[in-house]
């Protein structure tokens, strides 16, 4: 059973136009949710990360939306540009005692950004 | 630099024959862990480590072994590997998650294992 999903597996947008990047949970204990960033050939580097008290997180052109009530999460990156053209995944962890330091990921939305 | 090693970075084998595939982190990260990637099912983790001597198993831990002897080193061990295990394979550390907060992992480059 997937607990993190991305129903999205790719998106494609222009160059400084918005993309946004969304990720579902079924799993009400995550407390802290994370956007990774993959390019090929590379490992995941961490991206962007909001905790469930909060609804916001914003870095540059990034930033992260968590509406808990709908258990539903959302990367919008503005403007995008073609660096941006990567897989993005979408990670949960739940607090202690439920929380074994996992990290539960999504499946990945690959964005394209053309000119 | 701050970095995850892996190697290597390719593997092609054949079935059966047992491999290694070693993990290094120079953060003194307490935490380690391995996933595999597959398509349309994203990152799953294999085995994490706590700590020195400390491991359990991932959510696909199958046909896997791991040990920490040491802090830094993490390496994944495949006794008698087989086709399924064909994969992209990642090696992750992170400092220990408080109570509270999680902290970030910090990946590898990965390494593409082909069992033929």
């Known amino acids: 059973d997937q607990q993190v999903k991305q129903n999205s597996p790719s998106l494609s947008v222009q160059e400084g136009r918005i993309s946004i990047l969304n990720c579902d949970y079924t799993n009400s204990m995550f407390d802290y949710f994370l956007w990774y960033k993959k390019y090929p050939a590379e490992g995941p580097t961490f991206l962007i990360s909001i905790s469930s008290i909060k609804d916001k997180n914003e870095d540059g052109r990034f930033t992260v939306f968590l509406n808990k009530s709908a258990k539903h999460l959302s990367l919008h990156i503005v403007p995008s540009q073609p660096g941006d053209s990567a897989v993005y995944f979408c990670a949960a962890s739940a607090p202690f005692p439920y929380n074994t330091d996992k990290l539960i990921f999504g499946t990945g939305t690959r964005l394209q950004v053309f000119p | 630099e701050a970095q995850v090693t892996q190697n290597p970075r390719y593997l092609i084998t054949v079935t059966g024959k047992k491999l290694t595939v070693t993990c290094s982190q120079n953060?003194?990260?307490?935490?380690m862990s391995w996933y595999r990637q597959d398509p349309g099912l994203g990152l799953r983790q294999i085995y994490y480590s706590m700590n020195v001597e400390v491991t359990d198993k991932g959510d696909v831990p199958e046909g896997y072994k791991v040990s920490r002897k040491e802090k830094r080193n993490f390496p994944l061990i495949l006794e008698s590997p087989s086709p399924n295990q064909t994969s992209l394979y990642f090696c992750?550390?992170?400092?220990?998650?408080?109570?509270?907060?999680?902290?970030?992992?910090?990946f590898g480059p990965g390494t593409r294992l082909t069992v033929t």
């Open positions: 992750a550390s992170s400092l220990r998650t408080s109570e509270s907060q999680s902290y970030e992992q910090y």
């Open positions: 953060m003194n990260h307490e935490y």
